[in-house]
């Protein structure tokens, strides 16, 4: 009996913690679902620049994801257990899902070369990031993966904070800036204008309806709960582990509303 309640314990002290940082966070959320750059994409043309500026979140999503995977488990040769096995299961599974998912086709692939394929088929400006990968893979520096890609400034701010929340490697703040700041907050008014589109337009538009699609239904949900779990598991009963965690999930969304206004710059000055 004591066991048990112990445990009945640690876990409602666990969900009360998870309770409030998601409150905490809620108006910073809120003001992700309710950005203006939502309103004004109202055309194709808008459409494009909004992904030439996400598919940077997207991709540092991944190299995210991938950093947590590297602290949770043995990616080294020769192998030894790390952590606990519980942690491994989440991060594995998690990975697996969003670096070889399925596309239209029923391609195996990641969400950034879905997004990729849904930016060539829109007709969104794919070169950008192509020429920051390249450079990054040559071994240039971040800086002048940038400048050879003319990156726009509040998407270099937004990868800048996800690659020092990667340097850190902390794993309890990584995962809680992925498990809370990097949710695409995706609202209803935006699927629908996509959903609008794609009746017009399904030559240019279907890859990327079905990338949202996809990600509501595996991110959106399963994900979200194994990272909660995660997230639950490395922070424990450490206070200043969860208030950490709060802290960088705070400023993870305030650089994501950062890169909206920049998307949304850019499309009204389009428009002007």
């Given at each position: 009996m004591y066991?048990?309640?112990?445990?009945?314990?640690m876990e409602n002290t666990t969900n009360t913690t998870l309770e409030r940082i998601q409150e905490h966070i809620e108006p910073l959320r809120q003001e992700i679902i309710q950005h203006k750059v939502y309103g004004v994409i109202n055309d194709l043309e808008d459409l494009r620049i909004f992904m030439e500026y996400h598919i940077y979140a997207v991709w540092d999503f991944m190299s995210l994801l991938?950093?947590?995977?590297?602290?949770?488990?043995?990616?080294?040769i020769p192998w030894f257990p790390v952590g606990s096995g519980n942690?491994?299961?989440?991060?594995?599974?998690?990975?697996?899902?969003?670096?070889?998912?399925?596309?239209?086709?029923?391609?195996?692939?990641?969400h950034f070369e879905m997004y990729l394929d849904a930016m060539q088929q829109c007709g969104a400006d794919t070169k950008p990031i192509a020429l920051f990968l390249d450079a990054l893979k040559s071994g240039e520096t971040m800086n002048a993966a940038y400048q050879a890609a003319?990156?726009?400034v509040e998407?270099?701010?937004f990868v800048d904070f996800t690659f020092q929340v990667i340097r850190e490697q902390?794993?309890?703040?990584?995962?809680?800036?992925?498990?809370?700041?990097?949710?695409d907050l995706?609202?209803?008014?935006?699927?629908?204008?996509?959903?609008?589109?794609?009746?017009?337009?399904?030559?240019?538009?279907?890859?990327?309806?079905?990338?949202?699609?996809?990600?509501?239904?595996?991110?959106?949900?399963?994900?979200?709960?194994?990272s909660l779990e995660m997230t639950a598991e490395l922070c424990g009963d450490h206070e200043a582990h969860w208030l950490a965690a709060e802290e960088m999930s705070m400023e993870s969304l305030r650089?994501?509303?950062?890169?909206?206004?920049?998307?949304?710059?850019?499309?009204?000055?389009?428009?002007?």
């Open positions: 066991t048990f309640a112990f445990f009945t314990t991938k950093a947590l995977q590297i602290n949770l488990t043995c990616t080294s942690t491994r299961a989440l991060i594995n599974e998690i990975v697996a899902g969003e670096e070889s998912d399925v596309d239209a086709e029923g391609i195996k692939k990641s003319g990156t726009p998407a270099r701010d902390q794993a309890h703040i990584q995962a809680s800036t992925f498990t809370f700041g990097r949710e995706i609202p209803n008014m935006f699927l629908t204008m996509v959903n609008d589109l794609n009746q017009k337009f399904p030559d240019q538009i279907s890859l990327f309806k079905y990338y949202l699609d996809r990600h509501i239904e595996v991110d959106g949900d399963h994900h979200s709960h194994l650089k994501r509303i950062r890169l909206w206004d920049g998307a949304y710059q850019a499309i009204m000055s389009r428009k002007a």
